[in-house]
């Protein structure tokens, strides 16, 4: 399991928890959710444990739900999943 590409993408979410706690350091640690379907995508994270990661977050639209999107070319649909959730007071994070 798990795949040889250079890059990977996948969908989170942020828990119920607290997600994103400063650390001495001046430094962060982040907390996702990563949905089953994108677990190819967690394998690699593993795998690259020992690397710098550069990290691209791209918002999707509040309460997205499962979608199959197929991108144009000759292989299976792609499959997005993120957790519909309500968020109250939302400030933006």
């Not at 119920?16 to 640690?29: E, F, L, S, T, V």
């Amino acid at each position: 399991m798990g795949t040889d590409a250079a890059s990977v993408t996948f969908v989170a979410s942020f828990p119920n928890i607290q997600c994103i706690k400063y650390i001495g350091d001046g430094g962060a640690r982040i907390v996702l959710d990563i949905p089953q379907s994108d677990e190819d995508a967690v394998e690699s994270l593993r795998r690259w444990r020992d690397r710098v990661l550069m990290v691209t977050v791209v918002p999707m639209a509040h309460g997205a739900i499962e979608t199959t999107e197929n991108d144009g070319h000759d292989h299976a649909p792609i499959r997005r999943t993120a957790k519909k959730r309500v968020v109250q007071g939302d400030a933006g994070l």
